[in-house]
């Protein structure tokens, strides 16, 4: 078995007239949490459409545990939470999550046990669109944890949460992933970087480092995320 849940290699995704991911090549190791930072427009959703598989016009080889993405294999292995709230809102959280455990076949027993291990127990009969940002995200969790993936892709997962709601959901990330599950992480907010095993920064469809943070620091002799982030496009720009 490969130490790496995924392989890309000269990825690109032409969207329009533009390409707006640009012969991407990476290495995700398995059990790690790994995080896609970098500013708005850099391409980091549609990187993660590609490795879903549901991304058109993309060019390169993308596997995901040893297997193309979008293949039938990935189906209950892959599990992806977009920046939109993937709920309906006039559900409550156990309805949604049930909805989604019968489209993957899910065992019923799941239901219950991802909806209690995001912390959303008593609101497991609330209807979505009373629930705060914070518990519509854990609830988008809940419908990604219900197959049981080995792989999950969240994109922007913390957007628009408060600095304690953040926490408690990069904790419950860093739980998921010590089960050896993989996990990649898509933000803008840099200060992030601190809570991942490995970063991949993206800027205008390339990607312009990917190692550990630490790594990442001493080479550009910086002692922030967001430092070493400018130290490196300044770099690109000479």
Known sequence: MSSHALWLEEV?????????????????PRGKITGLLGPSGSGK???LRAIVGVQQKVTGTTLVLGQPA????????VAYATQ??????????RENVSYAAQILGAPQANIDAVIDRVGLTAQRKQIVRSLSGGQRSRASLAIALVGNPQVLLLDEPTVGLDPLLRVELWELFRSIADEGRTLLVSSHVMDEAERCDMLVLMRHGHVLDCDTLPNILARTHSTTAEEAFIHIVEGNRA
């Open 84 to 93: 939109d709230s993937s709920v309906f809102s006039d559900l409550s959280v």
């Open 70 to 77: 979008g293949s039938l294999p990935l189906r209950s292995s």
């Open 12 to 28: 690109s995704v032409v969207r329009g007239k533009n390409t707006v991911v640009k012969k991407v090549s990476l290495e995700i």
């Open 45 to 47: 959703t549609t990187l």
